[in-house]
């Protein structure tokens, strides 16, 4: 139970809670975020570092829970000796107000909603929600992004196309099973056919608890993605009927649906909101440690559907679009 509490906080706080507080691009101006807020931006800083070494790790056949919460604690080691153990946040940050009270209760109403019946099962092959699940798992028990099968390799040239017709494709050579492309039928390559944005926090998952973790996975993002939605929704309109939003999306049937059903749509739900908010502060606010922050996000949002290059085109646009009014462009 401690190791894996440990694990948890090594993926989805500690990295995140480091770099926020690290005394560089005015700390001061991100210390003045509400306490809720400041806890909700740690965990999305953890998930853009975390995301981004599996995937180092994965695309290096070298992919493990425990590697890739060694690479965390030694990033966020290096980092603290780096600012030589100045990460507090000093009198600029206010103390938890009567705000808190609001994401608290929408993770509440998440965990009620979303937990309190068993997640989809849905594993079957060439569903959109079992290549997903297979995706996460394949990740997890052979630390890699593909799959080299030696059955799919042991097949002769000459009778290759019995097995695997050639698909004319540029991507992939055939299909090995539906939702997995053979991508080289000589060394026998197999990869799932969806960005691998969501396997990876299956793989992360799996290594946290098993097959019930990795069912649960979609359930948390989820009630991440509510949170990103509060927050962004607070800064546009006011805490309260960003609360209103945030409570009436927790509840929604399809909220709760896709809480509880492997999809990939939930997490750009998250990663999306998330960037936007990130971008607001970057250009409106003209903080420059959030530039950075929400094209990280933007761009593991793209590794999730391809459909999020329009909501990048849109942030681009936005920024070209902040001289006009009287804000600088931002990296």
Not at 61 to 75: D, M, Q
Not at 208 to 224: K, M, N, Q
Not at 246 to 269: C, D, F, K, M
């Amino acid at each position: 139970m401690l190791s894996t509490a440990f694990a948890l906080a090594a993926v989805a706080y500690l990295p995140g809670a480091v770099i926020f507080r690290l005394p560089i691009a005015h700390r001061a101006k991100r210390a003045a975020l509400p306490a809720e807020e400041r806890g909700f931006w740690a965990v999305m800083l953890s998930v853009i570092v975390s995301t981004t070494t599996a995937f180092v790790l994965a695309g290096t056949n070298t992919y493990s829970l425990e590697a890739l919460v060694g690479c965390n604690v030694v990033l966020s080691t290096l980092l603290a000796l780096a600012s030589r153990g100045n990460l507090r946040l000093g009198t600029p940050a206010p103390r938890p107000g009567w705000t808190a009270v609001i994401p608290a209760a929408l993770v509440a109403a998440g965990v009620w909603m979303y937990f309190a019946t068993p997640a989809s099962e849905y594993v079957l092959g060439g569903r959109d929600p079992g290549v997903y699940m297979s995706e996460g798992i394949q990740i997890a028990q052979r630390r890699s992004l593909v799959t080299t099968d030696a059955i799919a390799a042991g097949v002769p040239a000459s009778e290759r196309d019995l097995f695997f017709p050639f698909y004319g494709e540029t991507g992939y050579y055939s299909l090995r099973f539906m939702g997995f492309h053979l991508r080289d039928p000589e060394t026998g390559t197999v990869s799932g056919q969806f960005p691998q944005g969501y396997p990876i926090w299956i793989a992360i998952a799996y290594g946290l608890d098993g097959l019930t973790g990795t069912r649960r996975a979609i359930a948390w993002w989820a009630i991440l993605g509510v949170l990103a939605v509060y927050f962004a929704g607070a800064r546009l309109i006011g805490s309260l009927p960003a609360a209103a939003a945030a409570g009436l999306l927790t509840v929604h049937v399809i909220q709760t649906w896709y809480a509880r059903y492997p999809n990939s749509e939930i997490v750009t739900q998250a990663l999306l909101f998330a960037s936007f908010l990130a971008h607001a502060y970057a250009h409106e606010d003209d903080d420059v440690f959030f530039g950075p922050v929400a094209a990280s996000l933007l761009g593991l949002a793209l590794l999730t559907r391809f459909p999020v290059v329009l909501a990048v085109g849109a942030a681009g646009a936005a920024s070209f679009l902040a001289p006009a009014s009287g804000h600088r462009l931002r990296a």
